[in-house]
């Protein structure tokens, strides 16, 4: 089969690889029919994120048709099915508590050697994110091996659109989480760090969770449009001070809640941002933390913070003095996609949540790694690729991208 | 594990986690020791105490998840003949009889004159706090072949029971918790490579 595979940083082929086969009894194989970029995919593009191997199958945002199934599997050929991006047992401590993304089962035994002395614990399993994370082949393919499928993939009803429902698998479940870890009360003005899908579906739901202002913080033009139409105030943080307007736009109070949707790889010229910038390039520190700090110190007393942004490794001139004389709460966390999947797809078959106006450009798979330096070079405009692999691959497809 | 309190043990850490050699109280407090360097490590196992325990004491049930065991066969009254990967493309054998056996709670054993690799330990298995299931605890008392730079040799080729043991007790807990054991192989072939 065909598929996207890392070859270092800045290097991303479509190759023909062995198709995947079943293996455990809780395996199923799926037909990949829409597959996605993630915000996150562009760490690894970037280089930021180590354990990766050359050859390795990037994609985690992905839905499809199952052509085949194990034993042990409760899907049957030809559902369609969204696949979330953590791979959960569904029969440990952790899932039993709906922690689904903490599952301490689906991790090789081997690869749980590589996170343990950094994070304490192993990792949870995800499909296309490193060796760190379970070294599994990720959706950017034709067809992709999904362990413990009677657990994550949720059932897709006939005759509603892929694009509609794709965001399922990560970037919408992140969005309400971050929300919900903001918990917001009525009344409340709730600050969103980085308009991106995940900063644009926590916009969604705060203000489906009661919240009574939200405003957006990014640098992109395009995608601060989109978040003020959903009826989000803005902030431009090229042209204003955000900590100043954030003060000035709560009567000096500071948002109830604030939520980091940047992570790793903050843009922007700020003096914290510069030194971490220069600390990840000579390896003194991982992470470019710029938009946590921000977002603990301009935070009212007693407020909430959240934070869904991807970190991976230690910061320094973390504000943990500001966190505590504040009295602040930080909610974090990789996503419990599962426990949020029913309850969202109904959100999205009554059209309380908008997915597709995201999807700037479909394309076929094979085009695959033109997607990726899209994506990474104009972030105004390229809000979400989406890869079809069954999607003809003429000239004036191209062309239609607008973008080259 | 066999954790003998003494006076001097001013704590209730488990000994395998003590920053002194505590190796001498492990020994005492296993029926016949073999072995030198210490190995323990306990892992949470969301299943009840009995169905662990019984999968355990059939020994031959063992080289489904301790990936360098070849095989365990019951060579009668109760011992069991062992065949281990050892570094370098090569084997290991002993055999093993059971020393200490309290139904639903501990099994311990203890490697025969002749063992290529000496080496003795208990598993223990205790109810989880809080309804969690079980925790299985494994301590392994063991000569290491060729001594220090033998380890260091398996280390280096992961065959050290230090890390097998981490491993094999995490392979463990998957296939009593999800009935399989967790690979990120892509094709067949591809996993009984890695196996």
Sequence with gaps: MRALTWHGK?????????????????????????????????????????????????????????????????????????????ISCGSCFHCSKHQYSACDNELPADNQDIAQPIYGQPMAGLFGYSHMTGGYAGGQAEYVRVPFSDVGPIVIPDGVDDDKVLFLSDILPTGWMAAENAQIEPGDTVAVWGCGPVGLFAVQSAFLMGAERVIAIDHFPHRLELAARFGAETINYEQTKTYDALMEMTGGIGPDACIDAVGLEAHGFFADNVWDQIKVSTFLGTDRAHSIRQAIVACRKGGRISMPAVYGGFVDKFPLGALMEKGLTLKTGQTHVQHYLPALLNAVMEDKIDTTFLIS??????????????????????????????MDRSPNEESRHGIQ | MGDTQTSQRSDDAPLSTSKDDRREQVRAALVDPKGDTLVGKTVTIN?????????????????????????????????????????????????????????????????????????????????????????????????????????????????????????DLRRFKQLMETGEIATSAFTRQQHEEEM
């Design chain 2, 47 to 167: 299943r009840p105490r009995a169905e662990l325990y019984a999968f355990w004491r059939d020994f031959t049930n063992l080289p489904q998840f301790m990936e360098n065991v070849v095989s365990v066969e019951p060579v009668g009254e109760g011992r069991t003949h062992w065949t281990v990967k050892a570094p370098a493309g090569k084997t290991v054998e002993w055999t093993s009889a059971v020393t200490e056996d309290q139904p639903d709670q501990s099994i311990a054993w203890a490697s025969e004159e002749g063992a290529d690799v000496a080496n003795s330990g208990r598993v223990e298995f205790r109810d989880a706090p809080g309804g969690r299931g079980t925790w299985v605890s494994v301590t392994i008392l063991y000569d290491p072949p060729g001594g220090v730079i033998g380890k260091v040799i398996a280390k280096m080729f992961q065959r050290e029971p230090a890390i097998q043991a981490r491993r």
């Design chain 1, 361 to 390: 450009h479909r394309m076929p798979l094979e085009d695959a790694a033109e997607g990726y330096r899209l994506f990474h070079d104009h972030q105004n405009e390229v809000t979400k690729v989406v890869l079809k692999p069954g």
């Design chain 1, 10 to 86: 800045h290097d991303v082929r479509v190759d023909s690889v062995p198709d995947p086969e079943i293996i455990n009894p809780r395996d199923a194989i799926i037909r990949i029919t829409s597959t996605a970029i993630c915000g996150s995919d562009l760490h690894l593009y970037d280089g930021y994120i180590p354990s990766m191997k050359a050859g390795d199958i990037l994609g985690h945002e992905f839905m499809g048709e199952v052509v085949e199934t194990g034993a042990g599997s409760t899907l049957k050929k030809g559902m369609r099915v969204v696949v979330p991006f953590t």
